[in-house]
């Protein structure tokens, strides 16, 4: 597994764990930074505050295309793989569109359902159609 690839593992974990705490998005990010063990790096840090900065506006495009699923229904492991990959593709330009889909599958396939790998791929990939649109 490639450095990057277990930055944004690690950085699911944080934004589950404080799902599942109760906290806001990324609410847990400082504790670990503070504990790091294991360590959090730059890329982590990156994506968790990335995804916390622009949290209503993925959330928004989430809920809008996801066909048959709201936010809530979504398991908490999708849910924030589909964070960390709209983030990626639609705010962090150094990220090819292509890695960014590819990793949230990965995740979804190693952390998630049979269903969702695929459910990932086809919400992310409406997401790239849509982005030229998006304006963001």
């Given at each position: 597994?490639?450095?990057?690839s277990?930055?944004?593992?690690?950085?699911?974990?944080?934004?589950?764990?404080?799902?599942?705490?109760?906290?806001?998005v990324?609410?847990?990010?400082?504790?670990r930074?503070?504990?790091?063990?294991?360590?959090?790096n730059?890329?982590t840090?990156?994506?968790?505050?990335?995804v916390?900065?622009?949290?209503?506006?993925?959330?928004?495009?989430?809920?809008a295309?996801?066909?048959?699923?709201?936010?809530?229904?979504?398991?908490?492991?999708?849910?924030?793989?589909?964070?960390?990959?709209?983030?990626?593709?639609?705010?962090?330009?150094?990220?090819p569109?292509?890695?960014?889909v590819?990793?949230a599958?990965?995740l979804?396939?190693?952390?998630?359902?049979?269903?969702?790998?695929?459910?990932?791929?086809?919400l992310?990939?409406?997401l790239?159609?849509?982005?030229?649109?998006?304006?963001?």
């Open positions: 597994m490639s450095a990057r277990k930055a944004r593992k690690r950085a699911l974990d944080v934004l589950f764990e404080s799902e599942v705490r109760g906290l806001p990324g609410g847990t990010l400082a504790d930074l503070e504990d790091n063990d294991p360590p959090v730059e890329f840090v990156a994506l968790v505050e990335g916390a900065k622009n949290i209503a506006a993925i959330d928004d495009l989430l809920s295309h996801s066909v048959g699923w709201t936010l809530d229904r979504m398991p908490a492991v999708d849910r924030n793989v589909l964070r960390i990959g709209a983030y990626e593709l639609l705010y962090d330009d150094q990220v569109d292509v890695v960014a590819s990793e599958v990965a979804a396939r190693d952390l998630s359902t049979d269903e969702s790998p695929a459910f990932v791929n086809g992310l990939a409406r790239l159609q849509l982005k030229p649109t998006l304006g963001i």
